[in-house]
């Protein structure tokens, strides 16, 4: 009996630092902490080469340029001649190459050289044999530059040589420096291409009636 009464101290300070155990044990298991290491990652950019894809994340810094116009053309200040004669209008088309510089994601500057053919139609009240028309032909240097991702406003100048081929007796085949200025708007829809329409003005420095027009059209670039 004496020997049981000693004991029952010891098994209960067993029993209650068992259960103290337990609980802590328990507690521990049910705290649980969780470690943030910054923000999460920003998702990747859209795959594949498609629309706003390619010309925000994939076109490249550089890139050649093949450039092609078709453009209608209004004479503007060419006097009535002495026979009657009077340019109507006309067309003609351009052909241009550069390298397409993109200095930021939303600003091209494209250095290029082309050449250019208008024909300026002679409307003769006599009814002439000889065709009157002009042939407006240009080489040329210049620069455009494009602001924007998809829809790009365009700015654009050139400098060169112009000369004109004509039947008119009182008209020279003469040439000189000519000169152009003319805006755009672009689209780039489609990876490697842009396309928009564009009006500029056009002047040559020929002697014997300097011939001046409007060309209103479209165009097209691809880019390589």
Same mark, same amino acid.
């Given at each position: ?33 969780? *470690? ?31 450039? %092609?116009?078709? &453009? ?10 002495? +026979? ?14 550069? &390298? ?11 250095? &290029?050289? %082309? ?12 009814? +002439? *044999?000889?065709?009157?028309?002009? /042939? ?17 406003? *365009? ?14 007796? /009182?008209?020279?085949?003469?040439? %000189? ?8 708007? +672009? ?17 040559? +420095? ?19």
């Amino acid at each position: 009996m004496k020997t049981s009464r000693a004991l029952a101290p010891v098994v209960l300070s067993l029993g209650i630092a068992c259960g103290a155990t337990l609980t802590v044990a328990h507690t521990a298991r049910a705290d649980r902490y969780y *470690v943030v290491y910054g923000p999460a990652p920003a998702p990747p950019p859209p795959p594949g080469y498609g629309g706003y894809g390619y010309y925000y994340y994939y076109e490249p810094r550089y890139a050649l340029m093949l450039g %092609g116009d078709v &453009e209608g053309v209004v004479p503007i200040g060419i006097p009535r001649f002495n +026979d009657g004669q009077d340019l109507t209008g006309g067309g003609g088309f351009k052909l241009r190459i550069g &390298e397409q510089i993109r200095l930021r994601r939303w600003l091209r500057i494209t250095p &290029e050289i %082309g050449y250019g053919y208008d024909h300026l139609f002679a409307a003769n009240a006599v009814n +002439d *044999v000889i065709d009157d028309s002009w /042939d407006m032909h240009r080489v040329f240097g210049g620069v455009r530059v494009a602001f924007g991702h998809v829809v790009t406003p *365009v700015v654009y100048g050139h400098l060169g040589y112009g000369w004109r081929v004509t039947g008119d007796p /009182d008209v020279s085949n003469e040439g %000189g420096v000519a000169f152009d200025v003319g805006g755009a708007l +672009d689209f780039r829809f489609i990876p490697h291409l842009a396309f928009g329409a564009h009006i500029e003005y056009v002047t040559v +420095d020929a002697p014997n009636y300097g011939p001046q027009w409007l060309a209103l059209g479209v165009h097209a670039e691809l880019l390589f």
